[in-house]
């Protein structure tokens, strides 16, 4: 059996066992089954994707199936080619850690029923988007993924807050789906070829080229969490089971990032410079204003989604320069820039996910999301409060973890702009460059709030007081995500080099060979611009600790002394005392909120004598939503108010309306070709 037929058989078997839960979702045994069925299938399409990455498939060529289902001229086809196994890897290394995490955290599930069906087929969807090698195939599997996860969305479908978090996002999926349907038959043209094989070879003119460009911002970035298009994320993301949030946000949104890369780098073929303006435009925008949201978030899970959006920011800016660089025959900046972005998908996969579980082990613990009802935890959870602690330290781009790296990498590219010919670029690339430096300078602030306020200090409810550790599975599937965050944060250069297939077949160019540089160093363009060690920084770091933790120790003194917490002089040793996750925020927030969330911030401080407490109140908005998603609402109700008397006509003019649109569409045809 071919690595490419193994794969379609494991997300066959993935959709039998959606099949086997529906049947057997309300049986006590179906967690255990569902989840240990889902773990086996995703690590065996992990293997065989590795195993195909490794095996250097550009000097074998692409693997292709074709299966007599879909469209009876077109069949569906599959196909597997390093940018597929690359990403398959990423999203059955997601899969099998969620399963390892559902089997003990699926235990605390009240409806096991709603999710267990969707989670394999969920699973399912997501590889099958990556192996489809034709349009319809391709959008088939694409909006099967978008309504699994719409399913696991809806799970909690009680709270009204879910169902808002559901209707929206199935809005927002569906009209992602409509711009790459468009984008596709722009694509396919007139002859209608819907093979990706035949879209490769076509010439597309330039007006097509930019149509598409735009369409797939719209419809990946949709799915992505582009700004403005990511409205729906903070809302599904938090509303989903927790192991299912990690999926979502680790690995679904790499999904957009990998149908993005597909079409504008392969299926496009020659790539003008212009477009790496618009996306590095969105890319950085993004950046910035994700992690701003995220800053001012009190709920833990709003918080990991918002900060999922500056992520996506900045792998769709690497994506921008590779497009700038490879436009301008520039091949080893190009390169880098695409191995920037491919990193930071990886990286973004593991501290992400394990962000997600982590804060999902505080909500089995505590049953609580919002971090000023938090608190204390990590002498009640010790272990999650350091694997958190981990995925914090990575996701702030801190070395020697593995975020540092692909940021890096990212900057390093950044540097490269000089030698581009255009002054657009010359002028734009720094710029961002200065706001991707602000959102990574905004990242650590929003990470210390998170981890400090939910597990430092003392807990300010009794639910954080008496929170107890959640089980060995749970622990398990968060400490080796941990530890990948770590390795991959020390040893780049053998993920760089284990990138160079994918590169080579994306942009025709690759880095230079990482691992056989002294010391595992990593030098991305030459060592007299720039070179990093990250195994180096973690033993320095690692000495110095251990170094200063002796001294103390050894020459301190050895009386244990304990005094209360220092509270800025206020008697008072009520928990209210601490910092909440809006005052941590606050000095961040009066400099950008204004601007951004046209923040308006209220005192009611009640006169000398008066028994009245003193209130302070802040009032945000989320401008996007209000200038442009109301706006639409507004009309889509008015539009369908109006046409509502087209239900009530005669049969007469419902074929007459029929056979006018008829003609229409024939004209239309006529025209296009």
């Known amino acids: 059996m071919t690595p490419l037929a193994g794969l379609v058989a494991c997300v066959a078997a993935l959709l039998g066992t959606a099949i086997l839960a529906v049947l057997n979702a309300r049986s006590g045994r179906s967690t255990p089954v569902v989840y240990g069925a889902s773990l086996v299938f995703s690590g065996v399409a992990l293997v065989t994707a590795l195993a195909s990455l490794a095996a250097g498939l550009p000097s074998t060529g692409a693997s292709a199936l074709v299966l007599p289902v879909g469209l009876p001229w077109l069949g569906s086809h599959f196909r597997l080619d390093p940018l597929a196994a690359f990403f398959l890897t990423v999203i059955n290394l997601g899969g099998v850690l969620s399963s390892l995490y559902a089997l003990g955290y699926g235990r605390h599930e009240h409806a096991p029923h709603r999710v267990l069906p969707f989670f394999p087929a969920f699973l399912g969807g997501m590889n099958l988007v990556i192996l489809a090698d034709d349009a319809f195939t391709f959008l088939i599997s694409w909006e099967f993924m978008s309504l699994a996860s719409w399913a696991l969305v809806m799970a909690h479908h009680h709270d009204a807050s879910n169902r808002k978090a559901g209707y929206i996002y199935i809005v927002m999926a569906s009209f992602g789906t409509l711009a790459l349907f468009i984008a596709f038959g722009l694509l396919a043209g007139p002859a209608g070829d819907y093979g990706f094989a035949a879209i490769r070879i076509s010439e597309h ?108 920011g900045l792998i769709f800016v690497s994506l921008g320069l590779a497009l700038a660089f490879k436009a301008n025959g520039m091949g080893l900046a190009a390169a880098l820039a695409m191995t920037a972005a491919l990193f930071h998908v990886l990286n973004h996969s593991f501290f992400k996910s394990l962000l997600f579980f982590g804060a999902g082990a505080v909500l089995t613990a505590t049953g609580e999301r919002d971090m000023d009802k938090l608190g204390g935890l990590i002498h009640r959870m010790p272990v999650t409060s350091i694997v958190f602690l981990v995925g914090s330290v990575a996701i702030s781009a801190l070395p020697p973890f593995n975020g540092f790296v692909s940021e890096w990498l990212a900057f390093q590219a950044i540097l490269q702009s000089p030698d581009l010919p255009q002054w657009g670029l010359k002028i734009l690339v720094p710029a961002v460059g200065g706001l991707l430096a602000l959102s990574a300078a905004l990242a650590a602030a929003c990470f210390v709030k998170a981890f400090g306020v939910t597990f430092l200090g003392r807990p300010r409810t009794i639910a954080a007081g008496q929170a107890l550790e959640v089980d060995r599975l749970s622990l398990a599937a968060m400490s080796i995500l941990a530890a990948l965050c770590l390795l991959a944060g020390i040893l780049p250069g053998i993920v760089i080099d284990g990138l160079a297939p994918v590169t080579l077949s994306v942009i025709g160019d690759r880095m230079p060979v990482q691992t056989d540089i002294a010391w595992l160093s990593i030098v991305p363009i030459a060592e007299s611009r720039s070179s990093y060690n990250g195994l180096l920084v973690f033993l320095f770091t690692l000495f110095s600790a251990s170094l200063t933790a002796y001294l103390i120790r050894r020459f301190a003194s050895r009386a244990l002394r304990r005094a209360p917490a220092w509270d800025c002089g206020f008697p008072e040793t009520s928990p209210a005392t601490q910092y909440t996750a809006g005052s941590f925020a606050q000095p961040i927030r009066r400099v950008f909120g204004t601007l951004v969330f046209r923040v308006r911030e209220s005192v009611d401080m009640p006169a000398p004598g008066d028994l009245r407490p003193a209130r302070f109140a802040v009032e945000a908005h989320d401008l996007i939503w209000e200038w442009l998603y109301l706006p639409i609402a507004g009309a889509v109700g008015f539009a369908a108010e109006k046409l509502n008397y087209l239900q009530f006509l005669t049969i007469r003019r419902y074929l007459s309306l029929v056979f006018l649109a008829l003609v229409f569409l024939l004209l239309v045809l006529a025209l296009w070709s």
């Open 205 to 312: 003119p330039p007006l097509t080229a930019g149509l598409v460009l735009v369409l797939l911002l719209l419809g990946a970035g949709s799915k992505a969490g582009l700004a403005p298009l990511h409205v729906w994320l903070p809302l599904a993301h938090p509303a989903a089971p927790s192991h299912v949030s990690a999926l979502m946000s680790g690995v679904m949104t790499k999904v957009a990032v990998y149908a993005f890369i597909r079409v504008v780098f392969d299926l496009l073929g020659m790539q003008v410079w212009w477009s790496g303006i618009i996306i590095l435009i969105v890319g950085s925008g993004t950046a910035v204003l994700g992690i701003l949201q995220a800053l001012m978030e009190s709920d833990l899970k709003r918080l990991l989604a918002y900060s999922t959006i500056e992520n996506i």
